[in-house]
T-cell receptor, first 115, second 116 residues
Framework: AQTVTQSQPEMSVQEAETVTLSCTYD???????LFWYKQPPSRQMILVIR??????QNATENRFSVNFQKAAKSFSLKISDSQLGDAAMYFC????????????FGKGITLSVRP | DAMVIQNPRYQVTQFGKPVTLSCSQT?????MYWYQQKSSQAPKLLFH???????NEADTPDNFQSRRPNTSFCFLDIRSPGLGDAAMYLC???????????????FGPGTRLLVL
């Protein structure tokens, strides 16, 4: 069975600084997708960034980028120039390729941003 | 804008009184999911519909049922809510046959259920 591990329950970052959120996963599949979702307090869960396993290039979305280490099964999220609006719970998630597969979430990490 | 809509955003019910939560989508996605999320925890998948095919998770209590009358709508029915069912319920959609980019799940804002 696939598992996703986020070992840090909480992190804090100073505004304008850079922070990295860790995630590891376990799978025997070769076709899969990895995601980072953001869920602000009492607000909607939104997709931050996604990575296809077959792509060697790390995904980037503006201030958000990932470090995808396929052999190590590691998928960390780097947030550059942190903003107060980045404060949220962040979930790492895995999905096997295929039409009827489900999303497996990590436990999440709460990120706070200090002004 | 295409989106996932959940109504109501907040629902209060009494212990044992049936309640229905609704989800609609304008994305025309063929898969719809229901998750239960308790405070500071990851969402827990209850079940999903792939088109009209219902897929229940093995550990979803019988107390939870779902209906999908058409592509756009999906309902979560809790037949006899207990205090432990108080949670946020998230609806999500995806369209895995729509190409690589459609592997992503898109979430609605959630319905927070309170059981008195």
């Amino acid at each position: 069975a696939q598992t996703v591990t986020q070992s840090q329950p909480e992190m804090s970052v100073q505004e304008a600084e850079t922070v990295t959120l860790s995630c590891t996963y376990d799978t025997s599949e070769s076709d899969y997708y990895l995601f980072w979702y953001k869920q602000p307090p009492s607000r909607q869960m939104i997709l931050v960034i996604r990575q296809e396993a077959y792509k060697q290039q790390n995904a980037t979305e503006n201030r958000f980028s990932v470090n995808f280490q396929k052999a190590a099964k590691s998928f960390s999220l780097k947030i550059s120039d942190s903003q107060l609006g980045d404060a949220a719970m962040y979930f790492c998630a895995y999905r096997r390729g295929g039409a009827n597969s489900k999303l497996t979430f990590g436990k999440g990490i709460t990120l706070s941003v200090r002004p | 804008d295409a989106m996932v809509i959940q109504n109501p955003r907040y629902q209060v019910t009494q212990f044992g009184k049936p309640v229905t939560l609704s989800c609609s989508q304008t994305l025309n996605h063929n898969v719809m999911y229901w998750y239960q999320q308790k405070s500071s925890q990851a969402p827990k998948l209850l079940f999903h519909y792939y088109d009209k095919d219902f897929n229940n998770e093995a550990d979803t209590p019988d107390n939870f049922q779902s209906r999908r009358p058409n592509t756009s709508f999906c309902f979560l029915d809790i037949r006899s809510p207990g205090l432990g069912d108080a949670a946020m319920y998230l609806c999500a959609t995806s369209n895995p046959t729509g190409g690589v980019r459609q592997e992503t799940q898109y979430f609605g804002p959630g319905t927070r259920l309170l059981v008195l």
